[in-house]
Protein backbone atom coordinates (compact mmCIF):
# COMPACT_ATOMS: atom_id res chain seq x y z
CA UNK A 1 0.00 0.00 0.00
CA UNK A 2 0.97 3.94 -0.02
CA UNK A 3 0.74 6.80 2.26
CA UNK A 4 -1.24 9.52 0.28
CA UNK A 5 -2.95 13.20 0.75
CA UNK A 6 -6.02 13.75 -1.10
CA UNK A 7 -5.81 16.70 -3.32
CA UNK A 8 -8.81 17.25 -4.66
CA UNK A 9 -11.39 15.59 -5.98
CA UNK A 10 -12.18 14.65 -9.33
CA UNK A 11 -14.84 14.54 -11.74
CA UNK A 12 -16.16 12.16 -15.06
CA UNK A 13 -19.47 12.86 -15.91
CA UNK A 14 -19.28 10.08 -18.75
CA UNK A 15 -17.82 7.10 -17.43
CA UNK A 16 -18.04 3.62 -17.25
CA UNK A 17 -21.53 2.58 -16.63
CA UNK A 18 -20.10 0.46 -13.75
CA UNK A 19 -18.83 3.74 -11.73
CA UNK A 20 -21.68 5.62 -11.39
CA UNK A 21 -22.29 6.22 -7.47
CA UNK A 22 -18.45 6.17 -6.97
CA UNK A 23 -16.34 9.09 -5.18
CA UNK A 24 -13.15 9.66 -7.49
CA UNK A 25 -10.59 11.68 -5.53
CA UNK A 26 -6.83 12.52 -6.77
CA UNK A 27 -4.05 11.59 -3.83
CA UNK A 28 -0.67 12.36 -3.86
CA UNK A 29 2.16 9.93 -2.63
CA UNK A 30 3.77 11.21 0.33
CA UNK A 31 7.15 9.97 1.84
CA UNK A 32 9.89 8.30 0.45
CA UNK A 33 10.93 8.87 -3.35
CA UNK A 34 7.88 8.07 -4.92
CA UNK A 35 6.90 11.35 -3.34
CA UNK A 36 4.56 13.68 -5.60
CA UNK A 37 3.62 10.96 -7.62
CA UNK A 38 -0.59 10.72 -8.76
CA UNK A 39 -3.21 8.68 -8.91
CA UNK A 40 -6.35 8.95 -8.84
CA UNK A 41 -8.41 6.65 -6.16
CA UNK A 42 -11.87 5.27 -5.22
CA UNK A 43 -12.88 6.30 -1.72
CA UNK A 44 -15.99 4.47 0.49
CA UNK A 45 -15.04 5.55 3.99
CA UNK A 46 -15.80 8.75 3.74
CA UNK A 47 -12.41 10.69 3.75
CA UNK A 48 -11.69 14.17 2.21
CA UNK A 49 -9.35 16.26 1.13
CA UNK A 50 -6.23 16.84 3.17
CA UNK A 51 -6.59 13.27 4.79
CA UNK A 52 -3.58 11.42 4.89
CA UNK A 53 -4.78 7.99 3.94
CA UNK A 54 -3.54 4.47 3.12
CA UNK A 55 -4.14 3.92 -0.94
CA UNK A 56 -4.14 -0.12 -1.81
CA UNK A 57 -3.37 -0.91 -5.93
CA UNK A 58 -4.39 -3.01 -8.31
CA UNK A 59 -6.76 -6.23 -7.64
CA UNK A 60 -6.62 -5.39 -4.19
CA UNK A 61 -8.47 -1.88 -4.75
CA UNK A 62 -11.28 -4.15 -6.07
CA UNK A 63 -11.54 -6.36 -2.62
CA UNK A 64 -12.52 -3.49 -0.97
CA UNK A 65 -15.10 -2.95 -3.28
CA UNK A 66 -16.50 -6.18 -2.63
CA UNK A 67 -16.86 -6.63 -6.61
CA UNK A 68 -14.41 -8.00 -8.86
CA UNK A 69 -16.22 -6.59 -11.76
CA UNK A 70 -15.53 -2.78 -10.66
CA UNK A 71 -12.82 -1.21 -13.08
CA UNK A 72 -11.03 0.40 -10.54
CA UNK A 73 -7.43 0.22 -9.29
CA UNK A 74 -7.38 2.02 -6.65
CA UNK A 75 -8.79 2.70 -3.24
CA UNK A 76 -8.99 4.45 0.12
CA UNK A 77 -8.32 1.69 2.87
CA UNK A 78 -7.30 3.63 5.60
CA UNK A 79 -7.45 7.20 6.97
CA UNK A 80 -4.24 7.80 9.15
CA UNK A 81 -4.32 9.05 12.37
CA UNK A 82 -3.22 12.63 12.63
CA UNK A 83 -1.14 11.86 15.65
CA UNK A 84 0.63 9.79 12.99
CA UNK A 85 4.56 10.36 12.12
CA UNK A 86 3.89 10.48 8.01
CA UNK B 1 -5.90 4.88 -11.80
CA UNK B 2 -4.33 7.59 -13.24
CA UNK B 3 -4.61 11.19 -15.07
CA UNK B 4 -3.77 11.32 -18.39
CA UNK B 5 -4.56 13.22 -22.06
CA UNK B 6 -5.23 11.60 -25.04
CA UNK B 7 -2.21 13.02 -27.57
CA UNK B 8 -2.70 9.94 -30.45
CA UNK B 9 -3.99 7.36 -32.11
CA UNK B 10 -1.93 4.54 -32.42
CA UNK B 11 -2.87 1.71 -35.72
CA UNK B 12 -1.51 -2.12 -35.33
CA UNK B 13 -3.05 -3.85 -38.62
CA UNK B 14 -1.34 -7.06 -37.35
CA UNK B 15 -2.23 -7.81 -34.20
CA UNK B 16 -3.37 -10.48 -31.64
CA UNK B 17 -6.94 -11.52 -33.58
CA UNK B 18 -9.15 -10.96 -30.23
CA UNK B 19 -8.09 -6.89 -30.70
CA UNK B 20 -9.76 -6.45 -33.46
CA UNK B 21 -12.55 -3.93 -33.70
CA UNK B 22 -10.71 -2.19 -30.24
CA UNK B 23 -9.90 1.64 -30.92
CA UNK B 24 -6.17 1.98 -29.58
CA UNK B 25 -4.82 5.41 -28.24
CA UNK B 26 -1.66 7.55 -26.93
CA UNK B 27 -2.33 8.56 -23.48
CA UNK B 28 0.62 10.64 -21.61
CA UNK B 29 0.23 10.87 -18.00
CA UNK B 30 -0.71 14.51 -16.53
CA UNK B 31 0.23 15.34 -12.84
CA UNK B 32 2.55 14.63 -10.17
CA UNK B 33 6.03 13.66 -10.76
CA UNK B 34 5.06 10.91 -13.43
CA UNK B 35 3.52 13.75 -16.08
CA UNK B 36 5.02 12.64 -19.35
CA UNK B 37 5.14 8.78 -18.99
CA UNK B 38 3.33 7.39 -22.08
CA UNK B 39 0.97 4.42 -22.37
CA UNK B 40 -1.53 3.01 -24.74
CA UNK B 41 -4.80 2.52 -23.76
CA UNK B 42 -7.88 1.46 -25.17
CA UNK B 43 -11.29 3.18 -25.57
CA UNK B 44 -14.66 2.55 -25.75
CA UNK B 45 -16.38 4.91 -23.85
CA UNK B 46 -15.70 7.73 -26.99
CA UNK B 47 -12.81 9.59 -25.73
CA UNK B 48 -11.13 11.74 -28.19
CA UNK B 49 -7.31 13.43 -29.05
CA UNK B 50 -7.04 16.16 -26.37
CA UNK B 51 -9.08 15.04 -23.92
CA UNK B 52 -8.02 14.28 -20.40
CA UNK B 53 -9.21 10.67 -19.07
CA UNK B 54 -9.18 8.81 -16.24
CA UNK B 55 -7.37 5.44 -17.22
CA UNK B 56 -7.07 2.41 -15.59
CA UNK B 57 -4.70 -0.21 -15.65
CA UNK B 58 -3.72 -4.35 -15.19
CA UNK B 59 -6.60 -6.37 -14.51
CA UNK B 60 -9.12 -3.51 -14.40
CA UNK B 61 -9.06 -2.82 -17.84
CA UNK B 62 -10.51 -5.94 -18.51
CA UNK B 63 -13.27 -5.55 -16.29
CA UNK B 64 -13.99 -2.17 -18.06
CA UNK B 65 -14.18 -4.50 -21.58
CA UNK B 66 -16.44 -7.65 -19.53
CA UNK B 67 -14.72 -10.00 -21.15
CA UNK B 68 -11.28 -11.10 -19.08
CA UNK B 69 -9.96 -12.84 -22.17
CA UNK B 70 -8.74 -10.03 -23.89
CA UNK B 71 -5.04 -8.99 -23.51
CA UNK B 72 -5.66 -5.48 -22.56
CA UNK B 73 -4.03 -3.59 -19.69
CA UNK B 74 -4.97 -0.37 -19.91
CA UNK B 75 -8.46 1.38 -20.82
CA UNK B 76 -10.29 4.55 -20.43
CA UNK B 77 -12.65 4.54 -17.67
CA UNK B 78 -13.95 8.05 -17.83
CA UNK B 79 -13.55 11.69 -19.85
CA UNK B 80 -12.71 13.79 -16.77
CA UNK B 81 -14.89 16.94 -16.80
CA UNK B 82 -13.36 20.10 -18.54
CA UNK B 83 -14.31 22.66 -15.30
CA UNK B 84 -12.00 20.04 -13.42
CA UNK B 85 -8.80 21.32 -12.16
CA UNK B 86 -6.72 18.27 -13.30
CA UNK C 1 10.05 -9.36 -4.10
CA UNK C 2 12.12 -6.73 -2.22
CA UNK C 3 14.52 -5.94 0.31
CA UNK C 4 12.96 -3.24 2.87
CA UNK C 5 13.64 -1.96 6.06
CA UNK C 6 10.43 -1.80 8.55
CA UNK C 7 10.50 2.41 9.92
CA UNK C 8 7.90 2.90 11.90
CA UNK C 9 4.51 1.26 12.44
CA UNK C 10 1.27 2.91 11.10
CA UNK C 11 -2.37 3.08 12.28
CA UNK C 12 -5.31 4.05 10.58
CA UNK C 13 -8.30 3.88 13.71
CA UNK C 14 -10.89 4.83 10.13
CA UNK C 15 -10.38 1.59 7.67
CA UNK C 16 -12.09 -0.93 6.03
CA UNK C 17 -13.43 -3.48 8.60
CA UNK C 18 -12.05 -6.43 6.49
CA UNK C 19 -8.32 -4.75 7.75
CA UNK C 20 -9.23 -4.75 11.72
CA UNK C 21 -6.72 -6.35 13.63
CA UNK C 22 -3.59 -6.51 10.81
CA UNK C 23 -0.73 -5.03 11.62
CA UNK C 24 0.48 -2.41 9.53
CA UNK C 25 4.07 -0.69 9.20
CA UNK C 26 5.85 1.21 6.82
CA UNK C 27 9.06 -0.31 5.00
CA UNK C 28 11.37 1.57 2.87
CA UNK C 29 13.27 0.03 -0.13
CA UNK C 30 16.87 -1.14 0.80
CA UNK C 31 19.38 -1.87 -2.24
CA UNK C 32 20.03 -1.08 -5.68
CA UNK C 33 18.25 2.19 -7.34
CA UNK C 34 15.21 2.33 -5.42
CA UNK C 35 16.72 2.72 -2.11
CA UNK C 36 14.38 4.94 -0.41
CA UNK C 37 11.00 3.98 -2.13
CA UNK C 38 8.60 3.39 0.63
CA UNK C 39 5.48 1.33 1.10
CA UNK C 40 2.88 0.40 4.10
CA UNK C 41 2.54 -3.49 4.40
CA UNK C 42 0.94 -5.66 6.71
CA UNK C 43 2.66 -7.87 9.08
CA UNK C 44 1.86 -11.35 10.48
CA UNK C 45 4.91 -13.37 10.95
CA UNK C 46 6.17 -11.04 13.89
CA UNK C 47 8.91 -8.25 12.15
CA UNK C 48 9.54 -5.19 13.81
CA UNK C 49 10.72 -1.72 13.34
CA UNK C 50 14.76 -1.77 12.12
CA UNK C 51 14.07 -5.68 11.01
CA UNK C 52 15.13 -5.76 7.09
CA UNK C 53 12.34 -8.14 5.68
CA UNK C 54 11.61 -9.68 2.42
CA UNK C 55 7.97 -8.18 1.29
CA UNK C 56 5.85 -9.80 -1.45
CA UNK C 57 3.73 -7.18 -3.50
CA UNK C 58 0.43 -7.33 -5.38
CA UNK C 59 -2.23 -10.10 -5.13
CA UNK C 60 1.27 -12.36 -3.76
CA UNK C 61 0.24 -10.23 -0.37
CA UNK C 62 -3.09 -12.35 0.16
CA UNK C 63 -1.45 -15.36 -0.80
CA UNK C 64 0.16 -14.87 2.51
CA UNK C 65 -2.68 -14.05 4.12
CA UNK C 66 -4.62 -17.31 3.02
CA UNK C 67 -7.30 -15.27 2.50
CA UNK C 68 -7.92 -13.41 -1.33
CA UNK C 69 -11.26 -11.11 0.05
CA UNK C 70 -8.83 -8.82 2.09
CA UNK C 71 -7.57 -5.68 0.59
CA UNK C 72 -3.90 -5.55 0.61
CA UNK C 73 -1.20 -5.30 -2.17
CA UNK C 74 1.89 -5.72 0.33
CA UNK C 75 3.11 -8.12 3.42
CA UNK C 76 6.48 -9.23 4.95
CA UNK C 77 6.96 -12.77 4.12
CA UNK C 78 9.77 -12.95 5.74
CA UNK C 79 13.10 -11.42 7.80
CA UNK C 80 16.60 -11.30 6.76
CA UNK C 81 18.84 -12.90 8.74
CA UNK C 82 21.57 -10.52 10.53
CA UNK C 83 24.23 -11.88 8.87
CA UNK C 84 22.70 -11.85 5.48
CA UNK C 85 24.82 -9.39 3.44
CA UNK C 86 21.76 -6.90 2.14
CA UNK D 1 0.08 -1.26 -22.73
CA UNK D 2 3.60 0.37 -23.62
CA UNK D 3 5.14 1.23 -27.31
CA UNK D 4 8.70 -0.83 -27.45
CA UNK D 5 11.09 -1.06 -30.18
CA UNK D 6 12.35 -4.58 -30.45
CA UNK D 7 16.26 -5.04 -30.56
CA UNK D 8 17.40 -8.41 -30.45
CA UNK D 9 16.85 -11.96 -29.63
CA UNK D 10 17.54 -13.65 -26.33
CA UNK D 11 18.15 -17.16 -25.97
CA UNK D 12 17.75 -19.47 -23.07
CA UNK D 13 18.83 -23.10 -23.65
CA UNK D 14 17.91 -23.88 -19.54
CA UNK D 15 14.56 -22.60 -18.67
CA UNK D 16 11.24 -23.45 -17.27
CA UNK D 17 9.88 -26.58 -19.28
CA UNK D 18 6.13 -24.54 -19.93
CA UNK D 19 8.58 -21.96 -22.17
CA UNK D 20 9.71 -24.19 -24.18
CA UNK D 21 8.65 -23.08 -28.07
CA UNK D 22 7.97 -19.91 -27.31
CA UNK D 23 10.06 -16.59 -28.48
CA UNK D 24 12.05 -14.56 -26.27
CA UNK D 25 12.89 -11.00 -27.81
CA UNK D 26 14.19 -7.76 -25.99
CA UNK D 27 12.30 -4.61 -26.00
CA UNK D 28 12.88 -0.95 -25.35
CA UNK D 29 10.13 1.06 -24.40
CA UNK D 30 9.96 3.84 -26.99
CA UNK D 31 7.80 6.98 -26.50
CA UNK D 32 7.64 9.34 -23.05
CA UNK D 33 9.16 9.69 -19.88
CA UNK D 34 10.14 5.58 -19.58
CA UNK D 35 11.79 5.64 -22.96
CA UNK D 36 14.70 3.12 -22.59
CA UNK D 37 13.53 1.23 -19.85
CA UNK D 38 13.76 -2.51 -21.53
CA UNK D 39 11.71 -5.83 -21.58
CA UNK D 40 11.55 -9.08 -21.98
CA UNK D 41 8.42 -9.97 -24.63
CA UNK D 42 7.33 -13.06 -25.92
CA UNK D 43 6.21 -13.16 -29.55
CA UNK D 44 3.52 -14.80 -31.34
CA UNK D 45 2.57 -12.63 -33.99
CA UNK D 46 5.09 -12.64 -36.29
CA UNK D 47 7.11 -9.58 -35.00
CA UNK D 48 10.78 -8.82 -36.01
CA UNK D 49 13.83 -6.76 -34.75
CA UNK D 50 13.26 -3.36 -35.58
CA UNK D 51 9.50 -3.41 -35.32
CA UNK D 52 7.84 -1.07 -33.33
CA UNK D 53 5.18 -3.05 -31.38
CA UNK D 54 2.16 -2.46 -28.91
CA UNK D 55 3.20 -4.65 -25.58
CA UNK D 56 0.55 -5.54 -23.01
CA UNK D 57 2.15 -6.47 -19.14
CA UNK D 58 1.19 -8.78 -16.49
CA UNK D 59 -1.72 -11.00 -16.56
CA UNK D 60 -3.05 -9.85 -20.20
CA UNK D 61 0.27 -11.33 -21.59
CA UNK D 62 -1.60 -14.64 -20.46
CA UNK D 63 -4.39 -13.71 -22.27
CA UNK D 64 -2.81 -13.64 -25.36
CA UNK D 65 -1.10 -16.86 -25.29
CA UNK D 66 -4.78 -18.28 -24.16
CA UNK D 67 -3.20 -20.30 -21.72
CA UNK D 68 -3.27 -18.75 -18.30
CA UNK D 69 -0.58 -21.61 -16.77
CA UNK D 70 2.19 -19.93 -18.60
CA UNK D 71 4.73 -17.95 -16.38
CA UNK D 72 4.76 -14.89 -18.91
CA UNK D 73 4.28 -11.47 -17.76
CA UNK D 74 4.93 -9.71 -21.09
CA UNK D 75 3.96 -10.27 -24.88
CA UNK D 76 3.59 -8.27 -28.11
CA UNK D 77 -0.02 -8.22 -29.31
CA UNK D 78 0.04 -5.49 -32.29
CA UNK D 79 2.51 -4.03 -34.49
CA UNK D 80 2.43 -0.85 -35.43
CA UNK D 81 1.89 0.42 -38.63
CA UNK D 82 5.04 1.94 -40.36
CA UNK D 83 2.99 5.20 -41.33
CA UNK D 84 2.00 5.38 -37.76
CA UNK D 85 3.89 8.60 -35.86
CA UNK D 86 5.36 6.71 -32.35
CA UNK E 1 9.76 -10.21 -17.94
CA UNK E 2 13.36 -8.72 -16.79
CA UNK E 3 16.74 -9.37 -17.53
CA UNK E 4 18.75 -9.55 -14.15
CA UNK E 5 21.82 -10.78 -12.95
CA UNK E 6 21.97 -13.05 -9.54
CA UNK E 7 24.50 -11.03 -7.02
CA UNK E 8 24.08 -13.06 -4.09
CA UNK E 9 21.71 -15.21 -1.86
CA UNK E 10 19.32 -13.95 0.31
CA UNK E 11 18.18 -15.73 3.80
CA UNK E 12 15.51 -15.54 5.92
CA UNK E 13 15.09 -17.92 9.07
CA UNK E 14 12.16 -16.36 10.09
CA UNK E 15 9.64 -16.53 7.17
CA UNK E 16 6.29 -17.66 6.25
CA UNK E 17 5.71 -21.41 6.39
CA UNK E 18 4.56 -22.01 2.47
CA UNK E 19 8.23 -20.56 1.70
CA UNK E 20 9.98 -23.38 3.70
CA UNK E 21 12.28 -25.22 0.94
CA UNK E 22 12.18 -22.10 -1.51
CA UNK E 23 15.51 -20.98 -2.42
CA UNK E 24 15.87 -16.46 -2.50
CA UNK E 25 18.44 -14.97 -4.51
CA UNK E 26 19.01 -10.95 -4.72
CA UNK E 27 18.46 -10.07 -8.50
CA UNK E 28 19.94 -6.76 -10.39
CA UNK E 29 18.21 -5.53 -13.10
CA UNK E 30 20.06 -5.37 -16.20
CA UNK E 31 20.05 -3.26 -19.66
CA UNK E 32 18.10 -0.41 -20.09
CA UNK E 33 17.26 2.41 -18.14
CA UNK E 34 16.07 0.44 -14.93
CA UNK E 35 19.82 -0.94 -14.63
CA UNK E 36 20.48 -1.10 -11.06
CA UNK E 37 16.85 -1.83 -9.82
CA UNK E 38 17.25 -5.05 -7.17
CA UNK E 39 14.58 -7.50 -6.54
CA UNK E 40 14.18 -10.73 -4.70
CA UNK E 41 13.90 -13.72 -6.79
CA UNK E 42 12.93 -17.53 -6.11
CA UNK E 43 14.56 -19.73 -8.43
CA UNK E 44 13.79 -23.75 -8.89
CA UNK E 45 15.55 -23.67 -12.16
CA UNK E 46 18.88 -24.66 -10.58
CA UNK E 47 20.36 -20.83 -11.54
CA UNK E 48 23.30 -19.43 -9.71
CA UNK E 49 25.41 -16.24 -8.55
CA UNK E 50 26.73 -14.46 -11.25
CA UNK E 51 23.97 -16.08 -13.85
CA UNK E 52 22.44 -13.22 -16.31
CA UNK E 53 18.82 -14.40 -15.87
CA UNK E 54 15.51 -13.61 -17.41
CA UNK E 55 12.30 -12.97 -14.69
CA UNK E 56 9.54 -12.94 -14.20
CA UNK E 57 7.45 -10.91 -11.63
CA UNK E 58 3.63 -10.63 -10.60
CA UNK E 59 1.05 -13.65 -10.60
CA UNK E 60 3.12 -15.40 -13.51
CA UNK E 61 6.34 -16.50 -10.75
CA UNK E 62 3.28 -18.37 -9.03
CA UNK E 63 2.31 -20.06 -12.68
CA UNK E 64 6.26 -21.22 -13.05
CA UNK E 65 5.75 -22.91 -9.22
CA UNK E 66 2.58 -24.60 -10.49
CA UNK E 67 1.00 -23.49 -6.49
CA UNK E 68 -1.31 -20.29 -6.99
CA UNK E 69 -1.13 -20.30 -3.24
CA UNK E 70 2.89 -19.17 -2.63
CA UNK E 71 3.41 -15.77 -1.92
CA UNK E 72 5.80 -15.09 -4.49
CA UNK E 73 5.80 -12.40 -6.58
CA UNK E 74 9.19 -12.87 -8.49
CA UNK E 75 10.94 -16.23 -10.23
CA UNK E 76 13.78 -17.26 -12.60
CA UNK E 77 12.34 -18.26 -15.60
CA UNK E 78 15.48 -19.03 -17.59
CA UNK E 79 19.32 -18.87 -17.46
CA UNK E 80 20.30 -16.36 -20.67
CA UNK E 81 22.87 -18.02 -22.85
CA UNK E 82 26.23 -16.71 -22.35
CA UNK E 83 26.83 -15.89 -25.85
CA UNK E 84 23.76 -13.77 -25.75
CA UNK E 85 24.08 -10.07 -26.46
CA UNK E 86 22.55 -8.67 -22.83
Redesign the interface.
Known sequence: ???AKLV?S???????D??NGFK?M?A??I???????????VDT??AGIGDK??V?????????L?N????????V?????ED???
Open positions: MLTDIWATRKASLFQEVGGSTTGQRLVVIGVICTGSAARKLGDEIPVDAAVGIIDCNV
